[in-house]
Nanobody
Framework: QVQLVESGGGLVQPGGSLRLSCEAS????????VGWFRQAPGKEREGVSC???????????YYSDSVKGRFTISRDDAKNTVYLQMNSLDSEDAAVYYC???????????????????????????WGQGTQVTVSS
């Protein structure tokens, strides 16, 4: 079982940036994909990004439409850490951000409408406790 700890959240002004970290212990992240999810009060959990294991023959990254072009996911297996660089933050980005593991590769997004697809949380395990991101002027 992998234990995950998120950090890097805090208060940022609109248009600002934060870098979140997801550090693992108890096991290596080498063979795991890692996803980032967020949940704001009164709203459903949203998968925002995912990165497949470095050893995967199909290296896949995923970004939700709401964060694509603004967020960047990366990993440093030597540090057993996955990062989420968040730029151009807006009030809609305010939430508690969680990281979680998934076997080997990120799951395929699930299309739920003609204009919306989601990152399914099924089979994501070893969830962290979350880090709060607040966007306010």
């Amino acid at each position: 079982q992998v234990q995950l700890v998120e950090s890097g959240g805090g208060l940022v002004q609109p248009g600002g940036s934060l870098r979140l970290s997801c550090e693992a212990s108890g096991a290596t992240l080498e063979h795991y994909a890692v996803g980032w999810f967020r949940q704001a009060p009164g709203k459903e959990r949203e998968g925002v990004s995912c990165i497949s294991s470095s050893g995967s023959t199909d290296r896949r990254t995923y970004y939700s439409d709401s964060v694509k072009g603004r967020f960047t996911i990366s990993r440093d297996d030597a540090k057993n850490t996955v990062y989420l660089q968040m730029n151009s933050l807006d009030s809609e980005d305010a939430a508690v951000y969680y990281c979680a593991t998934h076997p080997i590769r990120c799951p395929e997004p699930t299309r739920v409408s003609a204009t919306t697809e989601i990152l399914p949380a099924f089979r994501f395990t070893s969830w962290g406790q979350g880090t709060q991101v607040t966007v306010s002027s």
